[in-house]
C-alpha cells in the first residue's frame, strides 16, 4: 500500500524537511580535514534538538547515530566514530533525517573536504546530484514510477565515461517512499529492471526520497561485518544524493531543499509547487 498525504501532512513534511535542510548546512561547514565523523553527529544531534525535531536514524534497525557518514568508497551507512578522521581530499556522504510531529524527512549529499580533488571526483558527485534532479523532474501526475528510474539511469548513461571507465549505478539500495515511516512503499530503482515493470502511477499525495548513488566502478556493493557500513567491491569511491519529494496538484515540491526546489527545477521548465509553510 502507498500512503497518500493530504495537504496537511505534507506541510508537516516540508517541517521536517526544512530540520534535515539545516543539518545539511551545518554538517556541511563542520566537514573539515582533521574533523572526525562523530564531531559530524555530534553537530547534527544539536540541529534537531534545537528545533525540537526527533531522530529518524538513531536506533532505526538498531543503528547508533543520528545521521550516516559515508566516506570514500563507502557508498551509504557509515557509522560515525572518533576514529575515522578525515582528511584532505576526501569526500563524504552524509545521510541525515529528522521526525516533526510524526511525520519524516530524509536527504543526503556529498561533500568534499579540503582542496585538490581530482576532476573525476568532483564530476561523480555532479552527475549523481543531476541524475537526483532528473528524477525529480520526471515525478510528474500521471507519470509511472518507472519514468523516474528511467531518468536517473538515462542522465547517468549519457555523461562522458570518467578515466576509471564507468560508472555504476549501485543495485542493491534505491528510493522510497516516505510519510509516517521512513522506509515505505513503492521502493525506487535508480534504473530500469524489466522485472519490476512500470511502477506505481504517481497521482498528487505521493511523497518519495529519490536518492541515486553511482561509483566509479563497480554496481555491486558489501556490508562490513558491523553489518550497516556498505561499500563498493572494488574499492571506487562513490557518491550519494537524495531529496524527499512530495507530488502536489501543483507540481512537485521539493521537501528537503530550502527553497522547494524551485531552482533546479526551472532549469527542466518546471515550477515547483510553493511552500505549505509560506
Known sequence: MVQIKTPEQIAKMREAGLVVAAIHAATREAAVPGATTKDLDQVARKVIADHGAK???????GFPATICTSVNEVVVHGI?????????GDIISIDAGAIVDGWHGDAAYTAFV???????????SRVTEES???GIAAMKVNNRLVDISRAIETYIRRQPRPATGKYGIIEDFGGHGIGSEMHMDPHLLNYVSRKRGKGIKLVPGVCLAIEPMVSLGT?????????WTVITTDGTWSSHWE??????????????????????LAEYGITAAPDPLG
Open 55 to 61: 531522530s529518524n536514524f538513531l536506533g532505526y534497525g
Open 80 to 88: 560515525p566514530d572518533e576514529k575515522t578522521v578525515l582528511k584532505d
Open 114 to 124: 579540503g582542496t585538490g580533488h581530482a576532476p573525476e571526483l568532483v564530476e561523480l
Open 132 to 134: 537526483m534532479w532528473a
Open 219 to 227: 554496481a555491486r556493493t558489501e556490508t562490513l561485518g558491523d553489518d
Open 243 to 264: 531529496h524527499s519529494i512530495a507530488l502536489t496538484e501543483q507540481g512537485p515540491l521539493v521537501l528537503t531543499a530550502p527553497d522547494c526546489g524551485k531552482a533546479k
